[in-house]
């Protein structure tokens, strides 16, 4: 099954850009997800890439994607107090309902600092 | 956009009773419905998948007699833990797959925080 790493912990002060790494295993993950959780609650989707694309822009946010590599990264430009939290990569394959399931690397905790 | 919702937000129960979660798709139809685990510090584990009128598929070593999952509706899906224990307390996910456009995306609900004492 498909395997998402990312690392643990990115410190970064406000104002400056955050950059979250992930690599994946499975090369057949059509799309690939970064989410956003803040303490005690869900996942807010923020950004995804489908995988013939190389970046993705969306405002602050830039996803590149390396498929020889397999690995994505998220850049957070700007980074603010509010970004703190932890954001999850997520790689999807079809399930045998044909839905797509999402496989979560372990998240990294951002900790903005002032 | 897409929301989804859980009910109850947190509940602590006695050792031994039996919780039910509700999960709601608020403004859309979900056919699939996704069941996930968080523990403290650590990522979300997929427990099972629910699909509406049918049974639900279990991952591997999750026990479906403890956690019975029914989806009977094109909008909602509910978790039961059956006799509760303290290492089943943990966060409790539900994920509905809605379609934007021509792209499906998967909207998670705020989470359920269960203490079993």
């Known amino acids: 099954g498909e395997d998402v790493e990312q690392s643990l912990f990115l410190s970064v002060r406000e104002g400056d850009s955050s950059v979250i790494n992930c690599t994946y295993t499975?090369?057949?993950?059509?799309?690939l997800y970064w989410y956003k959780q803040e303490p005690g609650a869900g996942l807010q989707l923020l950004t995804y890439?489908?995988?013939?694309?190389d970046m993705k822009q969306d405002q602050r946010l830039t996803v590149l994607l390396n498929k020889k590599d397999k690995h994505l990264s998220l850049r957070i430009a700007d980074t603010q107090t509010g970004d703190s939290a932890i954001y999850f990569c997520?790689?999807?394959?079809?399930?045998?309902?044909?839905?797509?399931?999402?496989?979560f690397g372990s998240g990294t905790q951002l900790t903005v600092l002032p | 956009g897409a929301v989804v919702s859980q009910h109850p937000s947190w509940v602590i129960c006695k050792s031994g009773t039996s919780v039910k979660i509700e999960c709601r798709s608020l403004?859309?139809?979900?056919?699939?419905m996704f069941w996930y685990r968080q523990f403290p510090k650590q990522s979300l584990m997929l427990m099972a998948t629910?699909?509406?009128?049918?049974?639900?598929?279990?991952e591997q070593g999750v026990e479906k007699d403890k956690f019975l999952i029914n989806h009977a509706s094109l909008t909602l899906s509910t978790l039961t833990v059956t006799s509760a224990h303290p290492e089943d307390s943990s966060f409790y996910i539900c994920?509905?797959?809605?379609?934007?456009?021509?792209?499906?995306?998967?909207?998670f609900g705020p989470g359920t925080r269960l203490l079993v004492l």
């Open positions: 994920s509905a797959i809605g379609v934007a456009g021509h792209q499906e995306t998967q909207y």
């Open positions: 499975d090369s057949s993950s059509t799309y």
């Open positions: 890439i489908f995988s013939n694309m």
């Open positions: 997520a790689g999807s394959r079809i399930s045998s309902g044909s839905a797509r399931q999402l496989t």
């Open positions: 403004d859309f139809q979900a056919t699939t």
């Open positions: 629910s699909n509406e009128g049918s049974k639900a598929t279990y």
